[in-house]
């Protein structure tokens, strides 16, 4: 099935590289800083303790639902304050070792050239609930611009995300495609918000639902490249090429 794209908005974590590696190696490597420097709080927060700390103070804070930066830097804070630290020397230095960590992907192998593929076509931008930093990491050329959970306000799947970036992009939402890996927030999120949808399924899951599908769904972003290729072609009565009349 073809249809005009106009735009793409992409999900990151686990649709550009997977997320379970960072979450694992963050925790190490934030234990290890706080060893170093806040041996009290490293001592009373093992990494178990810390991820139990965490998730109270999520669920103390839902009005920050939107904002794992915060929410982090909360929780490094309480832990330092319980701990005997003090939070004002070392919670913003303790953040920017998570941060730094959190920034260090490893893409999935197909992802950087989709990227440059699908960019040389449309206008891509980055739709996501996490706290990924684009230009730290280093691909933000490839996109118009990022919009996080964070600075919207509201997380996926609420219409409004989808809407703030169409609204960006300066597009109406049927003309833009969300790309993500996961149903609820980016398939059936986009979807009710009025934009086409790619499911990204790279696991080769079962789609659970009957009355709601994704209008496309691939394994990888090389094969959505491809299809976007195909859908650009002049003979396609769906291309967003159009004929070159001036030349007839």
């Known amino acids: 099935m073809y249809f005009p794209v106009r735009a793409i908005t992409l999900d990151l974590d686990d649709t550009l590289w997977p997320f379970a590696p960072i979450g694992a190696r963050v925790e190490q490597v934030l234990h290890d800083w706080l060893l170093q420097h806040c041996p009290r709080t490293a001592q009373r927060f093992p ?40 939070p004002l020397l070392h919670a913003q230095a303790a953040f920017e070792t998570f941060y730094a960590e959190r920034n260090r992907v490893e893409f999935y192998p197909d992802a950087l ?16 609930n996490g706290n990924a930093d684009l230009a730290r990491i280093g691909v933000h050329h490839h996109f118009a611009f990022q919009l996080g959970a964070r600075e919207h306000g509201t997380p996926k799947p609420a219409a409004s995300i989808f809407h703030a970036a169409c609204t960006q992009l300066a597009l109406s ?65 769906h291309s967003n090429v159009q004929p070159d009349t001036a030349a007839a």
């Open 113 to 128: 050239p989709a990227l440059e593929r699908l960019a040389a076509r449309v206008p891509l931008a980055a739709i996501s």
């Open 47 to 86: 990494i178990e303790a810390m991820r139990a700390l965490r998730e109270a103070v999520y669920t103390e804070r839902p009005d920050l639902s939107h904002d794992f930066s915060q929410l982090r830097r909360l929780s490094l804070v309480r832990a330092m304050e319980l701990s005997g630290d003090d």
């Open 173 to 237: 939402p049927a003309d833009v495609l969300h790309v993500g890996d996961d149903i609820d927030m980016d398939v059936i999120g986009a979807h009710r918000a009025g934009l086409r949808s790619c499911w990204l399924n790279r696991e080769g899951h079962t789609w659970p639902h009957d009355s709601i599908r994704p209008d496309l769904e691939f394994t990888n972003l090389a094969a959505l490249a491809d299809w976007l290729d195909a859908a650009d072609l002049p003979n396609n009565p």
